[in-house]
Structures are given as C-alpha cells and as structure tokens.
C-alpha cells in the first residue's frame, strides 16, 4: 500500500482529503505543519507528498526544497496560481494542481 503525507493547513480540506485518498486505497498521514511534514519525512518513508503552497510556518516549496533529493511524488496544491509559481514547481520536480481541483484528477495523478 502506498503511503501519501498531507500537508494542509485547512482543517476541513485535510480532512476531505483523508478520506477521499484513504476510501481509494491509500495510507494516508497529514498535518497542518510543513515543520511537522519535514519531521516526518526524516523519520517514516512517503511515496507521495500532497502540500499546500501557503502553510503557516513554510511553504509547500520550502518542503520539497528540503526533500528533493528524495524519490517521492511530490504535488502542490494552492488557489494562488501563476506562471511563475509552476515554472518553480517543476524545478523541484513536483506537479502542480490549482484549487478547486478535480478529486478524480487528483486520484489519477496518485496512480502514475
């Protein structure tokens, strides 16, 4: 089973989140803490990281800066798109995914 790491600060949208990537197979952690996220990527092996671009402490960026060296699927989630917000997440190798997204889109994505 693969297992995904959340980080989202909305409460409400972590926990949709949870449920929908748990329902369609997945072990699923989360947190609302990109400090927490790092933590937890040092300690426990992800396949998959789902970050919100705005967290409180650091970015979803900022993570995958601290991670890139890592073999992980790395998506980031935000309502706050432009240009040279994806130009920056495909350098760190990552997907990027405007909200509102599709939650089928999103599942396909976890499965490539």
């Known amino acids: 089973m693969k297992k995904v ?6 409460v409400s949208l972590k926990l949709i989140l949870s449920k929908l990537i748990t ?3 997945y072990e699923v952690t989360s947190t609302i803490s990109g400090i927490a996220a790092i933590a ?10 789902i970050a919100d671009y705005q967290l409180p402490e650091i970015t979803g960026l900022e993570i995958f800066q601290e991670i890139q ?4 699927k790395k998506i980031l989630i935000s309502a ?13 190798g990552a997907i990027f995914m405007e909200k509102p997204f ?3 889109e999103l599942l396909e994505l976890l499965k490539k």
């Open 5 to 10: 790491l959340i980080v989202e600060d909305n």
């Open 23 to 25: 329902t369609a197979g």
């Open 40 to 49: 937890l990527l040092k300690n426990q092996k992800f396949d998959i990281i």
């Open 69 to 72: 060296n890592q073999p992980i």
């Open 80 to 92: 706050h798109a432009n240009l040279n917000l994806d130009v920056k997440v495909k350098k760190f």
């Open 102 to 104: 599709n939650n089928n």
